[in-house]
C-alpha cells in the first residue's frame, strides 16, 4: 500500500516570500504530524492532528508557522515571510490508533531552502 | 529539558561485529513507550525497534534489540552482526503518556560501518 507521501520534495525561496508543504498520509490513519529537522540534528515537533479535535500547535516555533488538515487526509504546513532559519528538512509523519505497536510512519520530508 | 539523550554522537564498527548506542530519557510518567528509528543518507526514517514501559521483556527485532533498563532510565540499541547497510543515523524516540501523541527525539548517533 501507499506510504506518507510530502510534495514538493525539495523548495528554494526567497527569504520573505511564502511556501506550502504537502502532506497526504496513509488511508485510514487518524493521526498526523509535522516535524523540523535541521541539519545534522533530531526532530523537532511542530504540529499534530488527531481526526476531528483541536490540533496540537505546542511545538509551532512562531506565528508565521501555521497548518491545516482536512478531515483525515490531507495536510498543508505553511511557513509565512520566510526566514534563512526556517531551512530545514520538513518531515509529516501519520499513524493509526487501532492498537499494536504505535509506529510513526514517515514520509520522504520536504527539503525546504530559504536564501 | 532534554527527555531524550543520546551521547554518541558518531561510532565505527566492523563489518559483523555487534554495536551498542546509548539512550536515556527523562519522564516522571509510569506510562511511555521507547522507539528507535534508522536515517539513511537518503533521508527517510525507518522504524526499527518499540518498547513499552510496561514489557517485561526486551524487545527484539531481527539483528535489533533493546537493552531496556527501567531503573537506570535507558533503552540502547543493539545491532548485532552488523552490515554495511547499518551505515546510518539512528534515532532514540519516546512517547508520553502512551497515547497516540507526539514523539521526542534524541540527536541521534552517525554509524559507520566498516568493511
Known amino acids: 500500500g501507499a506510504g506518507v507521501s510530502q510534495s514538493p520534495s525539495n523548495k528554494v525561496t526567497e527569504k520573505g516570500k511564502d511556501v506550502e508543504l504537502r502532506c497526504d498520509p496513509i488511508?485510514?490513519?487518524?493521526?498526523l504530524y509535522w516535524y523540523r529537522q535541521r541539519l545534522g540534528q533530531g526532530l523537532e515537533f511542530l504540529i499534530y492532528?488527531?481526526?476531528?479535535?483541536?490540533?496540537?500547535k505546542s511545538g509551532l516555533p512562531s506565528d508565521r508557522f501555521s497548518a491545516e488538515r482536512t478531515g483525515e487526509s490531507v495536510s498543508t504546513l505553511t511557513i509565512q515571510r520566510t526566514q534563512q532559519e526556517d531551512s530545514a528538512v520538513y518531515l509529516c509523519?501519520?499513524?493509526?490508533?487501532?492498537?499494536?505497536?504505535?509506529?510513526?510512519?514517515f514520509g520522504p520530508g520536504t527539503r525546504l531552502t530559504v536564501t | 529539558a532534554q527527555k531524550i539523550t543520546q551521547t554518541q554522537p558518531g561510532m565505527f564498527v566492523q563489518e559483523k561485529e555487534a554495536v551498542t548506542l546509548d539512550c536515556t530519557y527523562d519522564?516522571?510518567?509510569?506510562?511511555?513507550?521507547l522507539f528507535w528509528y534508522k536515517q539513511p543518507s537518503s533521508g527517510e526514517m525507518i522504524f526499527l525497534i518499540y518498547?513499552?514501559?510496561?514489557?517485561?521483556q526486551n524487545a527484539t527485532e531481527g539483528r535489533y534489540s533493546l537493552n531496556f533498563q527501567k531503573a537506570r532510565k535507558s533503552a540502547n540499541l543493539v545491532i548485532s552482526a552488523s552490515q554495511l547497510g547499518d551505515s546510518a543515523m539512528y534515532f532514540c524516540?519516546?512517547?508520553?503518556?502512551?497515547?497516540?501523541?507526539?514523539?521526542?527525539f534524541g540527536a541521534g548517533t552517525t554509524v559507520t560501518v566498516r568493511a
Open positions: 518498547q513499552g514501559s510496561y514489557d517485561e
Open positions: 492532528f488527531q481526526g476531528n479535535s483541536a490540533p496540537d
Open positions: 509523519a501519520s499513524s493509526s490508533s487501532s492498537g499494536g505497536i504505535p509506529e510513526q510512519y
Open positions: 488511508s485510514g490513519h487518524t493521526a
Open positions: 519522564t516522571s510518567d509510569q506510562s511511555y513507550g
Open positions: 524516540a519516546m512517547r508520553e503518556p502512551l497515547v497516540d501523541y507526539k514523539l521526542s
